[in-house]
């Protein structure tokens, strides 16, 4: 794995390597070949090729590719294409999520914190008796997410009005450092990537990122640009913060026995103080008064805290199955295919 | 102290809430019984009330319930 000598952080990550014909054809269309036709009748929709071909679309709305033109961003051919890609993903979750309506009682149930031996969880795991390559291996598939961690959500702020917006933008504004750059989440995460031996390159981990994490990342970008699903996007940010204070302490303890440095540690130690206040901050300034003000968004709320823990518990199981059989849960790319 | 734009002091708001933490917003600074100070820069605080964080006078959702599942690992 490389430092950050390689490449600046800013810089906009390769294309990467297709891995089945709809990926193929975003990255042909992203190129300006032609496109071929896509079938995605038979697509696996959280499988490894939609994923990334989604994936692809989706970061012309962030960092884009070296070597391709920003104003692919809106070139109708990609949009078609994100457009077939986005009704069999969101299909998919529509059909394997329970519908409910109820906001309270489904925050009640994640509020409650399982505790014991019998509790399975990558983070558990990783307390428990995870070795420093699995850490590794957790930090790499997360990056996908943290080094723009808070950008998906920010989609959602101008769908928003009065005091939903300001207790969202609140949450917003600490995970961008509260006007300090050197405290964004994203750039702490960078320093804890490079700490512990990984690249805090923009997409460095993408090539290996299998379709269960590239997953995760596009539901929250699919429920930010589409304004239709912004009581999904708020419940899936309602997920992420209510979930993640305990998860953090597990992280920070794994870090600790592990022999992990202080740049590493500060992540999630962070984390499990900064979580502690969302928590409150979503449930009393954001899900409450969006709820008053739109009472019918209840269940697009419960489906995006439905379907990103779907996804999250796909992801873990992933991990655990794949250290369970002693093998890596990254995707091994063939040598020389990483641009 | 915020400042009203009139010049009149806004009163600080603290948000009691009923199974967790206090809610201070603007950064603050803690004084605990010993004499040392615990300062938060955050836009919102939440001091605990409960004494079991392990972070204390820092929430860490330490209050919240908790489920015991035995073990189903070999």
Not at chain 1, 315 to 326: A, D, P, Q, S
Not at chain 2, 43 to 70: L, M, N
Request: proline content about 7%.
């Amino acid at each position: 794995m490389t430092g950050t000598l390689d490449r600046p952080r800013t810089a906009a990550p390769e294309l990467p390597t297709p891995r089945g014909p709809l990926s193929g054809a975003v990255v042909a269309a992203l190129r300006g070949d032609p496109v071929p036709a896509v079938d995605t009748a038979d697509a696996d929709p959280y499988g490894d090729d939609l994923q990334l071909a989604l994936h692809c679309c989706y970061e012309l709305h962030y960092r884009g590719f070296a070597g391709v033109d920003d104003d692919r961003e809106w070139d109708p051919a990609v949009l078609g294409l994100r457009r077939e890609l986005e009704q069999v993903f969101l299909a998919a979750l529509r059909a394997d999520v329970e519908p409910g309506d109820d906001v309270a009682a489904e925050v009640e149930s994640l509020l409650v914190e399982p505790v014991g031996p019998g509790v399975r969880g990558v983070s558990h795991h990783l307390q428990r008796d995870g070795t420093l390559g699995q850490l590794r291996e957790y930090v790499a598939h997360r990056s996908i997410y943290h080094l723009k961690e808070a950008d998906p959500q920010a989609w959602v702020i101008p769908r928003l009005s009065g005091p939903a917006k300001a207790g969202l933008v609140t949450v917003e504004h600490d995970e961008y450092g509260s006007g300090r750059p050197e405290r964004m989440h994203s750039t702490l995460f960078a320093e804890m990537m490079v700490e512990i031996g990984l690249s805090d390159a923009y997409g460095a981990y993408v090539e290996q990122a299998p379709g269960a994490t590239l997953a995760e990342v596009n539901l929250m970008t699919l429920c930010g640009l589409h304004r239709g699903l912004r009581g999904a996007s708020v419940g899936q940010f309602a997920m992420v913060e209510l979930t993640s204070s305990p998860g953090s302490e597990r992280l920070v303890k794994a870090m600790r026995r592990l022999g992990c440095g202080p740049a590493a540690i500060r992540f999630y130690d962070e984390h499990v103080e900064a979580d502690a206040v969302h928590e409150q901050v979503v449930r009393r300034s954001v899900l409450d008064p969006l709820l008053a003000a739109e009472p019918e968004l209840a269940a697009d709320v419960v489906f995006g805290i439905r379907a990103s823990s779907l996804l999250a518990e796909r992801m873990g199981e992933h991990l655990l199955g794949c250290w369970e059989r002693g093998t890596t849960s990254l995707r091994t790319t063939p040598a020389g295919s990483a641009g | 102290m915020v400042e009203h734009r009139l010049g009149r002091p806004e009163p600080t708001r603290i948000v009691l809430t009923e199974e967790g933490p206090a809610l201070v917003s603007g950064p603050v600074e803690l004084e605990l019984p010993d004499g040392s100070r615990v300062r938060s820069d955050r836009a919102v605080t939440a001091v605990c009330h409960c004494r079991r964080s392990k972070r204390y006078p820092i929430c860490d959702a330490s209050h919240r319930r908790k489920v015991r599942q035995e073990g189903r690992e070999a």
